[in-house]
């Protein structure tokens, strides 16, 4: 534990101050049910459930965030860090499931599960605020493990999942994590004083210069953003008809990484809805994570927990797909350049301020924000990068399918390359577009990237 890590010991153990996005997690408890995030690994070959079992115990006393609960305040939550104990022992039993009935193998199955996983309800402040669910199989069982997103961004479930994967094929005994819960301030402030006047004002004007510059613009949607109060959340499997191989050489073709010439397709699926319409615009959300902005001194461990931000790029207009590349290649690089240079300061310090209005003001707050659509998107994307990263190179236990879910505002997706394949699993809420809409939106989205990869 660092020193200066906010903690504080008490006769129940531990407590972690929050940071502002998982103060929002809190306070999106009531309005849209726990975010959860179920990501579901297929495995080549079959565990024992004690086996299994034994490893995800093992994970509960190596990561204490795992054990972490909402320990409200006078004001505002911390994150209390419950003790590894018999009581531990207790909640694990209740948190761990052995779905023998399913058939592992049954896509279809599996997404249901995955699905009734993503909606599952886990109180914030007993218990633990993870799940894990087996489906044993004789070629390919199926491990389900769901973390609330107020415990841990994506980068942390890589993590574990990786831990998972080295235990299973023998590795060593995991090692406890350090806990630290630096402020994501630090992460986008000025070094010295003496800057923030002058990042503040550069950073201001950088969110009035994007508010004109959406404010003219028809941004096309596939999921109608709800007014009032949301349903449920769906999951949709999906994986792309071209391999990752050929995606990635043509984006070396148009001098864009292989995420840029994901969202280029995404843009172009979107602008597609209205080609006649000069206003027309397809607006992504993109995920950054922030951690390698910290200052050394500020953060110096593994920064499991939340320390991701996001950001927007924009398109319209009729371009060619060598233009289409250039200026989403300057946006993302722009966006880069402005964290960089703490240019991004100004909606962080209002975002650190706001938990300090309390959670019922928070979750106003994000209702009023959603529901008239004050940052209006097209979607949400985040890349998870290569699943294959999280197996021992030498693994018997291999990965044979990975596919992330989260519970959450916008309609997202998660991209992760596997085995030469992109998998785009597809969340968004059923009162926002129906299931048969969603499956014609991807094959829309397949027919873009078959016509671009080509």
């Given at each position: 534990m660092r020193a200066?890590?906010?903690?504080?010991?008490?006769?129940?153990?531990?407590?972690?101050?929050?940071?502002?996005?998982?103060?929002?997690?809190?306070?999106?408890?009531?309005?849209?049910?726990?975010?959860?995030?179920?990501?579901?690994?297929?495995?080549?070959?079959?565990?024992?459930?004690?086996?299994?079992?034994?490893?995800?115990?093992?994970?509960?006393?190596a990561y204490p965030r795992l054990r972490g609960v909402a320990?409200?305040?006078?004001?505002?939550?911390?994150?209390?860090?419950?003790?590894?104990?018999?009581?531990?022992?207790?909640?694990?039993?209740?948190?761990?499931c052995v779905d023998a009935h399913l058939d592992a193998a049954d896509?279809?199955?599996?997404?249901a599960l995955q699905t009734r996983m993503v909606n599952e309800v886990v109180p914030l402040e007993r218990g633990l605020l993870c799940r894990f669910r087996y489906v044993p199989h004789a070629q390919t069982p199926a491990l389900f493990l769901s973390v609330h997103h107020l415990l841990a961004d994506g980068r942390t479930m890589i993590r574990l999942l990786?831990?998972?994967?080295?235990?299973?094929?023998?590795?060593?005994?995991?090692t406890v994590q350090s806990l630290e819960a630096p402020s994501m301030l630090h992460a986008v402030r000025p070094a010295h004083w003496w800057q923030w006047p002058r990042q503040m004002w550069r950073s201001r004007q950088h969110a009035r210069d994007l508010a004109a510059?959406?404010?003219p613009l028809h941004v096309q949607r596939k999921a109608s953003p709800w007014r009032t109060l949301p349903t449920y959340h769906l999951v949709k499997?999906?994986?792309?008809?071209?391999?990752?191989?050929?995606?990635?050489?043509?984006?070396?073709?148009?001098?864009v990484s292989l995420n840029g010439f994901i969202t280029l397709c995404l843009m172009e699926t979107y602008l597609a809805q209205a080609p006649d319409d000069p206003a027309a615009a397809a607006v992504i959300r993109t995920a950054i994570d922030l951690r390698r902005f910290y200052p050394k001194e500020v953060a110096t461990g593994p920064m499991?927990?939340?320390?991701?931000?996001?950001?927007?790029?924009?398109?319209?207009g009729r371009k060619t797909l060598q233009e289409r590349a250039a200026s989403i290649k300057a946006q993302v690089d722009e966006a880069m350049r402005r964290f960089e240079q703490r240019e991004a300061f100004w909606m962080y310090l209002f975002y650190e301020i706001t938990p300090w209005l309390g959670r019922t003001a928070v979750t106003r707050i994000l209702r009023n924000v959603r529901a008239k659509g004050y940052v209006p998107q097209s979607c949400h994307a985040t890349n998870i990068g290569n699943a294959a990263s999280i197996m021992p190179a030498d693994a018997r236990v291999r990965l044979i399918e990975f596919v992330p879910a989260v519970a959450t505002l916008d309609?997202?997706?998660?991209?992760?390359?596997?085995?030469?394949?992109?998998?785009?699993?597809?969340?968004?809420?059923?009162?926002?577009?129906?299931?048969?809409?969603?499956?014609?939106?991807?094959?829309?989205?397949?027919?873009?990237?078959?016509r671009l990869a080509s």
């Open positions: 200066d890590s906010g903690a504080v010991a008490d006769e129940g153990g531990m407590t972690l101050p929050l940071n502002y996005s998982e103060h929002g997690y809190i306070a999106l408890d009531g309005l849209i049910g726990a975010t959860m995030q179920p990501y579901m690994v297929r495995l080549s070959e079959p565990v024992e459930p004690d086996a299994m079992r034994a490893v995800l115990r093992e994970l509960i006393t320990d409200p305040g006078w004001h505002m939550y911390r994150l209390r860090i419950l003790p590894d104990d018999t009581i531990t022992d207790q909640l694990f039993e209740a948190a761990w896509g279809a199955a599996m997404e990786t831990e998972v994967l080295h235990r299973l094929n023998g590795g060593p005994a995991m510059q959406l404010k499997h999906h994986t792309l008809p071209v391999s990752a191989s050929a995606l990635r050489a043509k984006a070396r073709e148009l001098g499991w927990g939340n320390h991701v931000a996001s950001f927007l790029i924009i398109e319209s309609m997202l997706h998660v991209v992760v390359e596997l085995d030469d394949r992109i998998t785009m699993p597809l969340m968004w809420e059923r009162c926002e577009a129906s299931v048969e809409e969603m499956e014609e939106y991807l094959q829309r989205l397949n027919a873009t990237f078959l």
